[in-house]
């Protein structure tokens, strides 16, 4: 039963309670214990009024009261800071788990996921789908669990006094908690999801805005830009209108219904007086003791009307863990097998290699077939669209072909993905990011245990020698958040030397020098080539500077292969090559 549940919500919810079950247990009696102490404390003063009405003789009379008010007034502010104290300790620390569970789901896939979620999508279920998971422990699970214990006790302690009352009182208290808050969440549930469909499109509009900001205002369409988003906005306010608007009802008719279950209390009670069962100092305890428990027992309903939006946050989690393949297993003796990749010397091959994206007709790439040579350099190039992103996502093992086979030294690349071991190949994208902190450390991530020397080795190798000396810190410096203090050509050399410190024998090139003026894209092209002799290369890119360098071209074309050859054979026997080349480097 526990594995069931763990595979519907993912993962994402019901093992955490288990990190952590004594907290989650103290939560919860605290809670209960919260909620006593208010009923108590009502309870306790209606008996106080109504026997202070009678004008004992002595106050000793009601000094017992008296102390119990004070009592379980003080008790039910420490024992409720105590809850929350309890509770949001372990809550922060499952938050801390969740953070990291996802970061680790989306950092290794990030060219994947980029290609099918947009920046706003995956900031979204950062910010709001993981907090999201945060009411579920705070909102329904403790409070559910607290009033499911309050309401057995109650209706046990009621049945004692009036069996009959008891029963009745336990549907009553039933229809509140449960049939009332189930119904309200049938009705608003396509209000619900319409509010936050409306609100997930803002947050990924408004991410797309400020990432595109200097865009917008340098074409004069900043206004466009903000007339459009006060829109979205009007919307998106439109529909949390509808959803509260219904809320307010549902919370007004649960409000109804407390006033039913105190007068039916206060009827009980002077009944139970009139017949002699109790004295009539305790009318006024039953009728006042109604609103605590009644309105702990509304708060539990209104949280399960938030369920929605609980479960669509777990779903979009557990879709981004399955299109990052977080999830799937290693395959036995994968591990041989990918470290093996790394020293065979057949190097990288693609059969009958073709793929489409979900939800399309035409294939991206159909029937490619490619061997790239241990030591060889070989580019792969095409105009936009030809399919070369899309071929170097199912090389890095984060795309799976719908046919054919893409082998590492004769292990599936989907089999190295699935391994702890350290990939067989590096890449070097268009846009790497340099973090605010010192260049050292910037290399260091290739690999983390690195000496200085071979940090310094490989920044000497990378081409920033003279840079780092003319540096006041040197490898020291800090380069400031996103790089800003250096320039495209830098920031790419920085990148290199965290390739050359992987020393990975296979080295993927993503469009490398895109953006580069022509002299900084030479000086690059020579340090790469340079830095990177000796390694299989795959080189992505879509025009042709450089192409006297490669051992072969291979050529894409609506996701096939168009031609292929030495710069020379293709030069010599393709017209159309030939044309490009002119028109690339005349």
């Not at 208010?38 to 008296?66: K, Q």
């Not at 619900?192 to 595109?212: H, I, P």
């Not at 490898?475 to 390739?499: D, K, M, Y």
């Not at 003026?517 to 450089?546: C, N, Q, S, Y």
């Amino acid at each position: 039963m526990k594995k069931t549940i763990a595979n519907r919500d993912g993962g994402w919810i019901f093992p955490n309670l288990r990190a952590y079950p004594w907290r989650f247990m103290a939560a919860a009696i605290a809670g209960l214990l919260a909620v006593a102490c208010a009923a108590a404390l009502v309870f306790t003063s209606g008996y106080l009024i109504s026997r202070s009405a009678l004008r004992p003789e002595n106050v000793l009379m009601v000094y017992v009261p008296i102390v119990l008010v004070r009592t379980f007034g003080f008790g039910k502010a420490v024992v409720q800071y105590l809850e929350r104290l309890i509770s949001h300790d372990a809550v922060l620390r499952i938050l801390s788990r969740l953070r990291v569970r996802l970061y680790r789901i989306i950092e290794p896939q990030a060219l994947r996921l980029r290609s099918r979620h947009r920046a706003g999508d995956l900031l979204g279920m950062l910010a709001e789908d993981i907090e999201q998971l945060q009411h579920v422990y705070l909102r329904l699970i403790l409070p559910a669990a607290a009033v499911v214990l309050l309401y057995g006790a109650g209706i046990v302690i009621l049945g004692r006094m009036d069996g009959r009352f008891a029963l009745w009182m336990a549907m009553y208290c039933g229809f509140l908690f449960i049939t009332l808050p189930v119904f309200a969440l049938l009705v608003s549930r396509g209000t619900r999801m319409q509010s936050k469909a409306r609100r997930n499109l803002a947050y990924r509009e408004l991410t797309d805005g400020v990432f595109g900001m200097s865009d917008w205002i340098l074409s004069g369409r900043t206004g466009r830009f903000l007339s459009a988003f006060k829109q979205r906005q009007a919307q998106m306010a439109a529909a949390d209108r509808n959803v509260r608007r219904m809320e307010w009802r549902t919370g007004w008719l649960a409000q109804c219904l407390t006033c039913g279950a105190v007068i039916m209390l206060t009827l009980w009670a002077a009944a139970q007086s009139a017949k002699g069962a109790m004295s009539p100092e305790w009318i006024a305890a039953f009728a006042l003791v109604g609103f605590p428990l009644m309105d702990a027992l509304v708060k539990a309903g209104e949280s399960v009307m938030r369920t929605t939006d609980y479960r669509e946050s777990v779903q979009r989690l557990k879709e981004i863990e399955h299109a990052a393949g977080d999830t799937a297993p290693a395959r036995p003796g994968s591990m041989k097998g990918a470290d093996e990749a790394g020293r065979d010397a057949s190097g990288l091959r693609l059969v009958n290699v073709s793929f489409r994206y979900p939800g399309t007709d035409g294939w991206q790439l159909h029937g490619i077939d490619l061997h790239v040579p241990a030591g060889s350099q070989v580019a792969l190039t095409g105009r936009s669209g030809a399919g070369k992103t899309t071929l170097l996502s199912l090389i890095q093992g984060e795309l799976a072909p719908d046919r054919g086979s893409i082998t590492i030294g004769g292990v599936s690349v989907q089999q190295i993905q699935n391994n702890e071991s350290p990939r067989p190949f590096a890449v070097l994208n268009q846009q790497p990011y340099v973090f605010d902190t010192t260049i050292a450390n910037n290399i260091r991530l290739g690999r983390p245990d690195a000496t200085d020397d071979e940090v310094r080795e490989a920044a000497e190798l990378a081409g920033l020698g003279k840079l780092i000396a003319a540096l006041p810190d040197g490898l020291g410096t800090r380069v400031r958040e996103a790089g800003v203090r250096f320039s495209g050509g830098e920031r790419q050399r920085i990148a290199l030397a965290r390739v050359l410190l992987q020393n990975r024998p296979i080295v993927l090139l993503d469009e490398p020098t895109v953006g580069l003026d022509p002299v900084t894209e030479r000086d690059l092209l020579d340090t790469l080539f340079t830095a990177l002799r000796g390694k299989t290369l795959l080189w992505i890119t879509h025009h042709l500077a450089g192409m006297e360098r490669m051992d072969r071209i291979v050529f894409l074309d609506r996701g096939r292969i168009a031609m292929q050859g030495t710069h020379e054979q293709l030069l010599r026997d393709h017209e159309r090559y030939r044309k490009l080349y002119a028109l690339d480097r005349p």
